[in-house]
């Protein structure tokens, strides 16, 4: 009929362009929206008032139908695509990691253990998963990134702060330093890095905990040294970086002179159980960096 006919037009054009789903109301968890709004029926992604419009035309005894999307045609199709199924508890745990950084719904896609097409698309996605996964499976920019596991390693170190088509900010570095009480942020081959890790172990703090390393030759570093760079409020820096319950700081020389005034003492004494020591004990054992140390980003 003419009507089921603009139905599997329109419907066709949600499946290959990712139409964004409809708002419903307050009280659905994540998964139950997503499975509202999108699933696999008979090789199409529908959009909830959609499936029954189709399953009308069914009964109808219409049985065309458009091509179907394939693995390859749903990745390609969007930058950021997370597949999902039914009573999947770590799919519904990853909506939620994700739907807390603002990313949206339409980078989901629901398959039906039960559609026909099923068997194929899983076959499929044998070829990136191997024989054996679980659910989601996440693909970036095209790439394969895993199950829930390493997705949220990956999520959670920053990999996909580069992905900017939701216009969202990136915010690893702020997570990272809301999380402790003090972080720094170092490179290698840094000796201001290296001289004031050594000072803060004086002091009793574990800086194992406390430093984190930056590398960049990681793809994702541009990404953190734009978020550094708002942090900061400095467009050009050096490093150490240093943040206490998540307030920045300052550089080397500022840190530094902070600790030597017993600035940081009570949150050292709180967050560490570090009792606070003469100063003049730990600025006796302090040496300043050899001349010219100084660790530059060398994008400045």
């Not at 999380?179 to 942020?185: I, T």
């Not at 793809?219 to 734009?226: D, G, I, L």
């Amino acid at each position: 009929s003419p009507l089921c006919d603009a139905h599997r037009a329109d419907a066709h054009a949600n499946a290959l362009v990712g139409r964004p789903p409809p708002m419903l109301p307050a009280g659905h968890s994540a998964m139950a929206l997503l499975g509202d709004v999108r699933s696999f029926r008979n090789g199409r992604l529908e959009f909830g008032e959609a499936a029954a419009a189709t399953a009308a035309c069914r009964d109808q005894g219409d049985n065309a139908s458009p091509e179907r999307p394939s693995l390859e045609q749903l990745v390609s199709s969007q930058a950021f695509l997370v597949i999902s199924v039914g009573n999947c508890p770590q799919c519904e745990e990853l909506a939620a990691f994700l739907g807390a950084r603002d990313v949206p719904l339409e980078v989901y896609v629901k398959w039906d253990k039960g559609a026909n097409e099923y068997p194929a698309l899983k076959e499929a996605l044998t070829t990136q998963a191997g024989d054996v996964f679980s659910f989601p499976q996440v693909f970036a920019d095209g790439v394969y990134q895993g199950g829930f596991k390493e997705v949220m390693e990956k999520a959670d170190a920053g990999a996909f702060d580069d992905l900017r088509e939701f216009g969202l900010e990136p915010a690893t570095l702020r997570r990272w330093v809301e999380r402790k009480p003090m972080v720094v942020f170092s490179l290698s081959n840094c000796p201001q890095c290296d001289s004031l890790r050594e000072d803060l172990q004086r002091r009793g703090v574990p800086t194992q905990d406390v430093f984190i390393k930056l590398d960049k030759a990681q793809p994702e570093y541009a990404a953190f040294k734009a978020q550094l760079q708002k942090l900061t409020g400095r467009e050009k820096f050096s490093f150490p970086q240093t943040f206490v319950q998540a307030v920045y700081q300052g550089d080397y020389d500022e840190v530094i002179a902070k600790a030597e005034k017993g600035e940081y003492a009570v949150v050292f004494s709180k967050a560490y159980g570090i009792e606070p020591a003469a100063a003049a004990e730990v600025e006796a054992q302090n040496e300043p960096p050899p001349a010219g140390a100084i660790s530059f980003d060398d994008d400045f």
